[in-house]
Nanobody, 122 residues
């Protein structure tokens, strides 16, 4: 599975950006998809994710500001980011996993995009 992100850039605090992740596999055949971010000197952290059943999960720091969604027509995972803050500055990575192997020994395989930079100026 190949994941390609787009939509990063430079924005002033309070502004908005929309990230998009194009998947080479149908997004509904994946177990879950999500967005992670990593700022310099900090570990990679979950931003938001959605399961194949449509259940969503958000980091406390982005609740109410970010919205994760799936675009069936485009086969993409999107992240709408509003009210951006300087502390949102990071490289944002698209993630997906899928179940592989026989039923009795199912494993989850992870996939990552190359990342897209989001910079929020104060």
């Amino acid at each position: 599975v190949q994941l390609v992100e787009s939509g990063g850039g430079l924005v002033q605090a309070g502004g908005s950006l929309r990230l998009s992740c194009a998947s080479s596999k149908s997004i509904f055949r994946l177990n879950s998809m999500g967005w992670y971010r990593q700022a310099p000197g900090r570990p990679r952290e979950l931003v938001a994710r959605v399961t194949n059943r449509g259940l969503t999960d958000y980091a406390d720091s982005v609740k109410g500001r970010f919205t994760i969604s799936r675009d069936v027509a485009k086969n993409t995972l999107d992240l709408q980011m509003n009210s951006l803050k300087p502390e949102d500055t990071a490289a944002y990575y698209c993630h997906a996993n899928e179940e592989i192997g026989p039923v009795e020994r199912v494993e989850l395989k992870d996939y990552w995009g190359q990342g897209t930079q989001v910079t929020v100026s104060s």
